[in-house]
């Protein structure tokens, strides 16, 4: 092993909490305390000391008040020492894409030799503020002190609204567009050429593909028991697998977001859900010192970003081939793919794209396509529409399940790739250091 290859960063191996629906089992739990639960289960299961840990990267999408910096409430809640460095990331579904590649930055910079990538969110505790009206008032009426200033405010409340007691919740829609990611999907299918049939045959094939890993077991090494006060209730399996999805029963459901021409549905499209991942990376040297046996060395990454309104959900199609030809692969040289579902429309139509001429060309100026990413090699035991999709926490699942079917497959190249609101697009080249 060369000395280069000694100091390339490696997933040593990744936990997760159960993916659970939101408003359900974790109804009672703060993302903080999903996010405890993965960085204790980690070094539990790994059984390292926190001493070797030196740095934590945590990504999120629902930012908490409370917890600006929730990468340091978790580490401290987790019991880790205090003095890890600890720093939160933030870009939509794919943050824990990018804090996994901050840490393998880091360690191949020789910053550090051991870090913590991570990921959380709830949609069951969502920061709901008080109206902008109400909060300005409610700023005003702190500062007064003099009989003037109560007097003048009360001159105000003349012009306080009803709407003004009105909650403000956070939107589902894109800030810049005002488009919500089911409508962005609806767009992006209309340009790919999705129809409903293939979208619901696509879904049903991941709960299917995800309800025989829970039966083979696949996740339980990597799955932490939650234990839920006060009863204590033990959850140590995804609520999200359904084994009696077939594709006839998704045809009876209604479009979500486009009423009369739409592919969306309830039904093949990722559920809100809550949960936390967290995953060990350290150099290939460190590994070894540790007695560890690196899974996957983190090669190359790509980040991009597309039109906000036709691209919502483009990123796979315009950030693997640039990926692979980076790095002078093909399609057909990788055996493990990993990428995130969105919807089952996005995905039908990211393989579309990703073999279209046309699409290539004009996006990126590819004067060929590099092929079909064969569905024997992805996701194979299901994705974010089966298992679920915390925001913050659905990259280092995706990483850690990646570098885990490398091993098992004794392939030697994997790739992850996801879309982020924003239109943003990641892609992550996977190597197996033990391939033979």
Not at 52 to 70: C, F, K, Q, R, S
Not at 224 to 233: G, L
Not at 299 to 323: H, K, R, S
Request: net charge neutral; charged share 20%.
């Amino acid at each position: 092993m060369t000395e280069k290859t000694d100091t390339m960063p490696a997933i040593i191996d990744g936990v997760r909490t159960p993916f659970m629906r939101s408003h359900k089992a974790y109804v009672d739990l703060r993302a903080c305390d999903l996010g405890r639960f993965a960085l204790s289960g980690l070094m539990d299961r790994l059984g390292i000391d926190d001493s070797y840990v030196e740095h934590l990267a945590m990504g999120t999408v629902i930012h908490d008040p409370h917890t600006p910096n929730i990468a340091r409430e978790c580490l401290l809640a987790a019991g880790l020492r205090a003095t890890i460095p600890a720093h939160t990331v933030s870009l939509a579904c794919i943050s824990s894409n990018m804090a996994s590649t901050n840490i393998a930055d880091m360690i191949r910079l020789g910053r550090i030799e051991v870090g913590i990538a991570a990921g959380v969110d709830t949609c069951s505790d969502p920061p709901i503020r008080l109206s902008p009206g109400f909060r300005h008032a409610l700023v005003r009426w702190q500062k007064l002190k003099k009989p003037a200033q109560i007097a003048q405010e009360l001159m105000h409340l003349k012009n306080f609204e009803l709407a003004d007691l009105a909650l403000d919740a956070p939107s589902v829609a894109e800030f810049s567009n005002g488009k919500t990611m089911g409508e962005g999907c609806e767009i992006l299918a209309q340009i790919a050429g999705v129809n409903r049939e293939e979208s619901d045959r696509y879904a049903a094939r991941s709960h299917i593909l995800a309800v025989k890993a829970l039966k083979d077991k696949v996740f339980a090494d990597n799955i932490v028991p939650v234990q839920i006060p006060p009863a204590f209730k033990t959850i140590d399996q995804d609520d999200g697998p359904r084994a009696d999805t077939t594709p006839e029963k998704l045809a009876k459901l209604s479009p979500a977001f486009d009423r009369t021409f739409g592919v969306n549905t309830a039904g093949n499209s990722s559920f809100l859900t809550d949960g936390a991942s967290a995953m060990l990376m350290t150099s290939v040297k460190r590994a070894k010192e540790l007695g560890f046996q690196a899974k996957a060395i983190l090669a190359d990454y790509v980040y991009q970003a597309g039109n906000v309104l036709q691209e919502m959900l483009t990123g796979p199609a315009f950030t693997i081939p640039v990926l692979l030809n980076k790095n002078k692969l093909k399609i057909d040289d990788i055996d493990v793919w990993e990428i995130h579902e969105a919807f089952a429309s996005q995905m039908v139509a990211n393989m579309k794209l990703l073999k279209s001429p046309r699409f290539l060309q004009e996006r990126l100026g590819f004067s060929k396509t590099l092929g079909e990413i064969p569905l024997e090699k992805l996701n194979v035991w299901g994705g974010s529409l089966s298992l679920g999709h915390p925001f913050g926490a659905t990259g280092v699942r995706l990483l850690f399940t990646a570098a885990k079917r490398l091993q098992e497959q004794n392939a030697r190249y994997a790739v992850v790739a996801g879309c982020a609101a924003g239109g943003h697009g990641s892609a992550i080249l996977l190597e197996n250091p033990n391939f033979t």
